[in-house]
């Protein structure tokens, strides 16, 4: 068995392999003052729950885009897995064909999730991951990545509103019945989540207009589902689409 680990700036989701089959996946809050220790009883009491031995972990390997975690990442993957766990980065094998200008700039998180699309799905494709940011990556029929777009995502356009407007509450992201609210909290959720279907099908539009053909758009992310219902463009909802990057990846490292 071997444990894949993807760190958000909102969550980190590990999944526990044997083989090519996911066994286990948790997904707990990104905390970047927690300490080796605490990570490390966190992620044991886990594995007691799930009934997973530690000496049973092979293998680590950690797709990350917060740098500041990344030590005690290290640090507890040693100190208590017993491994030395392999990092997404520069210098890890990938198979992707980066046609990015400074291919160091691309977020491990998008090489992973395209690393994943093109196994399962081959070009050309549009992955569109609803995370902290939410993050466009393009990749065409040769499975060579073009690059994307970044946008804020949806948590942090619902928390300004709620921080920068003082009159306007703060509330919980569920898809209204009406575009037109007839209460605030309802005019909010509308604004927020067709909105955003409204800017994922405006910015797959434009995307398949410079690349000169329709790609298969695939989403993942924690708030896929709720925005993808709702979108003309997006085609599949797959959210272990990360971890399965992570596996891939793990196994051309082997």
Known sequence: MFLVVDVGNTNIVLGIYKERELLHHFRIGTNRQATVDEYGVLIYNLFQMSRIQVQDIEGVIISSVVPP??????????????????????????GLNLRYENPREVGADRIVNAVAAIEQYGGPLVVVDFGTATTFDCIDAQGNYLGGAIVPGIGIATEALYQRASKLPRIELEKPKKVIGR????????????????????????????????PKVVA????????????????????????????????RNQ
Request: aromatic content about 4%; glycine content about 12%; hydrophobic content about 40%.
């Open 69 to 94: 975690l990344m030590h005690v990442l290290e640090a507890l993957c040693e100190k208590y897995l017993r491994r030395k766990p392999l990092v997404v980065g520069p210098g890890i094998k990938s």
């Open 183 to 214: 209460n605030t909290v309802n005019a909010m959720q509308a604004g927020i989540i067709f909105g955003y279907a409204g800017q994922v099908d405006g910015i797959v539009e434009r995307i398949a207009g410079e690349m000169g053909v329709k």
């Open 220 to 251: 993942t992310g924690g708030l896929a589902e709720l925005i993808a219902s709702e979108t003309r463009s997006i085609e599949e909802v797959n959210p272990r689409l990360t971890l399965e990057g992570l596996r891939i990846i793990y196994e």
